[in-house]
């Protein structure tokens, strides 16, 4: 079994999505540990406002078949499989790192970039995981959110599950 961060995001009926996504995780691999819930400004298109937070479980899926099996999840809740990348969505779901896999496999970036340029990513993971390290970086997630510079804005949202 490998430790596995997934990044969890919604911009369209939010609560509704990020709940039902956190319930199809549950389902398909049991406990969950879960970051605090984060709102920020979408990055790269003009659309309403994400929450964000990160997910983390363990499974004994290769990433080929966890890249599936959340592409499943995606899609069963309405998120369409040829969207744009910067556009709205119902639910993403992405592996942000595998174990210490520190490069690309099976087509999937890891560990997924976005863990370096983006606060909705990095925060709730150095919530959820400060003491790890990035495979790569070599840094704690808890060190590069305290050394994180930009003008990206998030903040805590009150959000309860289950």
């Not at 790569?136 to 050394?147: A, K």
Request: proline share 6%.
């Amino acid at each position: 079994m490998v430790q596995v961060f997934i990044g969890v995001g919604s911009n369209v009926d939010r609560e509704r999505y990020i709940r039902a996504g956190l319930n199809a995780l549950a389902r398909e691999f049991g406990e969950l540990q879960v970051s605090p819930v984060y709102e920020s400004e979408a990055v790269g298109f003009d659309g309403s406002p994400f929450l964000n937070l990160v997910v983390g479980v363990r499974t004994g899926k290769t990433v080929a078949e966890l890249s599936r099996c959340l592409k499943s999840i995606e899609t069963d809740h309405g998120c369409q499989a040829n969207a744009r990348r910067f556009s709205p969505r119902t639910l993403d779901l992405d592996i942000l790192t595998y174990g210490d896999l520190g490069q690309p496999r099976d087509g999937v970036d890891i560990p997924r970039e976005e863990i370096l340029l983006n606060a909705f990513v990095l925060r709730p993971l150095a919530d959820l995981a400060g003491g790890c390290r990035h495979p790569v970086d070599g840094r704690t997630y808890r060190e590069l959110w305290q050394s994180y510079r930009s003008d990206q804005k998030l903040w805590p949202v009150d959000f309860r599950w289950p």
